[in-house]
């Protein structure tokens, strides 16, 4: 009986310790095919002509440092994990420019994108590579997250214990730190949630009013945009929490010359807005709501208010303009890669 304890105590250690270097070893190597595919995607790299900037040419030694040490950690070597920790910060300032300098939509927004499997002469084509790019990126920047976890842990030291293991022997650890750490990166890319969207325009609407109702999953929101050209874009969508994909329809409407007379009179004369300041929509978390937004274009601020406090010529534009027939009216497929929770119907 003893025996087997001794014998348990030698070999448990030693096949953990196996299966962890192997574990590294795996992840080193998925890192290093991911920095590669998004080299050749997002940068177009490995042509005779091109010369890379100093932080494209840090990425490929990084990924070149971690593929050394998934050989070398197969191997056994006790430098690999210092290898590869020297490999993903070589590699991360490339990806830190692109996803978390603030100067781009996150990766993780292309799945919002309402072209995302739709389009015509071409333009599906070009979605999907959009997502194909964005995707290795969000692949490359997940694993170096991995890799970085990884080989921080295995180089602590083996008088750190956990359950009788060596800190730097387990996985699950290594496994809970990174998912943390990618929930954590992907709140913050879709909270709130935006479209990428490369060519706005930039004329504001004179008025916007934005109607949230919400019965249990159940959310219906309607967006009424009057511009001061005589134009105004109503739209409507109905949706659940939960869902990731839903029907959103957009109505061109020529407003009728008592609307564009009200309309003219709340630009010059605007009406003061009694409510509350939101410096961005969130949809209503409450089992039942009903929520009312105002955007004016002498004050582009968006306002929460009440129904009873709707100035009463805004009110009149919300219940006419989208009873007039539309001169141009289509649907769409909106999506929210936060399954309900982060959309924002005014952007």
Partial sequence: ??????????????GATRRSELFASAIYLT????????ARL????????????????????????????????????????ALALLGTIFAWPCFRLLEFSGHEFSAWLVFNYPGLHAGVNGEAHAAISVLDVQVSVLAAISLLIFSLVCSALRLASRSWMLRGFS??????????????????????????????VYDRDDLASAVLVLHAEKHGFRIEE??????????AFVTHDRRH??????????????????????????IHFPPQLQG??????????????DRWFVSLRTNPKLIEVSEPDLPAG?????RSVPTTPPHESYAITARDICFGFCYDPDK
Wanted: charged share 15%.
């Fill in 1 to 14: 009986m003893s025996v087997n304890r001794t014998l348990g105590k030698d070999v448990l250690p030693s």
């Fill in 31 to 38: 890192a290093f095919m991911a920095l590669i595919l998004c």
């Fill in 42 to 81: 997002r940068f177009g790299l490995f042509f005779i002509y091109w010369v890379g900037g100093p932080y494209e040419l840090a990425m490929l030694a990084g990924a070149g440092l971690l593929a050394s040490a998934a050989i070398l950690h197969f191997m056994g070597r006790r430098f690999a994990d």
């Fill in 167 to 196: 800190l730097r022997d387990r996985i699950w650890p290594v496994v809970a730190i990174w998912l943390c750490l990618v929930a954590a990166w992907f709140v913050e890319s879709v909270t709130p949630y935006r479209i990428p």
């Fill in 222 to 231: 309607t967006r009424v945009a009057i511009y001061r050209d005589g134009r």
């Fill in 241 to 266: 929490l939960f869902q990731y994909s839903f029907p959103m329809t957009i109505a061109e409407i020529y407003l009728t010359p008592s609307d564009d007379r009200l309309v003219q009179n709340i």
């Fill in 276 to 289: 509350t300041f939101v410096s961005a929509y969130t949809p209503p978390r409450s089992w039942d709501a």
């Fill in 314 to 318: 805004i009110a009149a534009l919300y």
